[in-house]
C-alpha cells in the first residue's frame, strides 16, 4: 500500500509524467541478474555435467535443492532436465524403457519439452508499463528445456520435473508438481500450485544489518530467499483469470490456429470466462507426414 500511495502521490505531482522517467532502482548484482533475465541468457554457456551420485539417491544432497542461488539455479534445472531428478529416482523407475516397437512410447514420439522466456523484471519499474514485445523478437528469445527422461506413463509421477522445474528459470510458467490419469483413463490430471509460496519464508534483521540493495524490509524482518521470493512474483498471475472471446479468422479456407482477444464476462465465450491457459492438443501418427497434427484446444477453467 506504501508503495501504492507512493506512485499516486508522484502521479500528482508531475502532471506530465510519461514512461521511463523513473528511476531505476539499485539492487545487488545477483538479484539484478536474476530479475534482468541476464542468468537465463546465458543458460547456453553453461556445461552441464552428469551428478556424481550416478542415478542414486544421495543423502548428503538432501534438502540442498533450494540452498542454489547465481548461475547455479540454471545449471540445477538444466541438469534435472538431461538426467532426472536423481533424489527420487528408483531403480523400478529407472529401468523404464523407450518401446521400438508395439504399444507404449515410440523413440519417434516428441520430448516434453519447456519454452522458457528470459523476462526483464527490472523493465516494470517503469511507469506506466512500457508495452510488451510479443512478436518475433520475443518468439526468438525463447529458450528450450528438454526432458528426455520423461518417457514412462507408469513412472510419470516420479519422473516429471518437480523439484527443480523450469518455472524456477521462467515465473509465468505454472509449477505443475503432480501429474496422472484419471481413474477411468479418459482424463490426465494436473496439479498445479504456486512456486512463490516456497520462498515465503523471513528472517529478522540483526542488530546493525542493513537490507540488501533493492530489498524492501517489512518491519525489520527480510525474506530469507529474497532472490528467489522477488522473481518468482508473477506466479500471483496465474491465479487471476481473464475473459477472452475468439477472433474470426479471415480465411474461411482453412482451419488456423485460433486467437483470442481480452473480453468482458457478458461478452466472453462461453468456454472463455476463467481463461488461465490455452491448452493445444496434438495426435502423433508415425505414418504421416507431418507426423504431429493439432486435434484441438481449449481454454482451462478454475
Known sequence: FMHCEEQITMTNKNPSYSAGTMKHVEKEPELEAILS????????????????????RNSNEEG??????????????LT????????????EESNAKVEKGGG???????????????????????????????GPTAK????????????????????????????????????????????DG?????????????????????????????????????HIDYRKNYFMRPQSALFQHVPVKTIPSENLGEDPEPRYRLASHEEADADGMETRFICRFKRFDPTATPNLSIVGYSLSKH
Open 186 to 222: 479418459k482424463n490426465v490430471i494436473f496439479v498445479a500450485q504456486n512456486r512463490r509460496r516456497c520462498y515465503n519464508g523471513q528472517r529478522g534483521l540483526r542488530n546493525g544489518e542493513k537490507a540488501p540493495k533493492g530489498v524492501i524490509p517489512h518491519k525489520n524482518y527480510i
Open 37 to 56: 533475465g541476464s542468468l537465463l541468457k546465458r543458460a547456453h554457456d553453461i556445461t552441464i555435467s552428469q551428478p556424481n551420485s550416478g542415478g542414486k
Open 104 to 134: 507404449g512410447r515410440n523413440p519417434d514420439m516428441p520430448i516434453l519439452t519447456a519454452y522458457c522466456e528470459p523476462v526483464n523484471q527490472t523493465a516494470w519499474e517503469t511507469k506506466p508499463l512500457p508495452t510488451r514485445d510479443s
Open 80 to 91: 534435472a532436465a538431461r538426467y532426472g531428478d536423481r533424489q527420487y529416482d528408483t531403480e
Open 140 to 183: 526468438s528469445s525463447l529458450f528450450p528445456i528438454s526432458y528426455p527422461h520423461v518417457q514412462s506413463c507408469q513412472a510419470l509421477p516420479s519422473q516429471w520435473p518437480i523439484d527443480t522445474p523450469p518455472v524456477d528459470l521462467d515465473p509465468f510458467l505454472p509449477w505443475i508438481h503432480d501429474v496422472f490419469p484419471s481413474s
Open 64 to 77: 540442498l535443492r533450494d540452498r542454489r542461488s547465481g548461475e547455479d539455479i540454471v545449471s540445477s534445472v
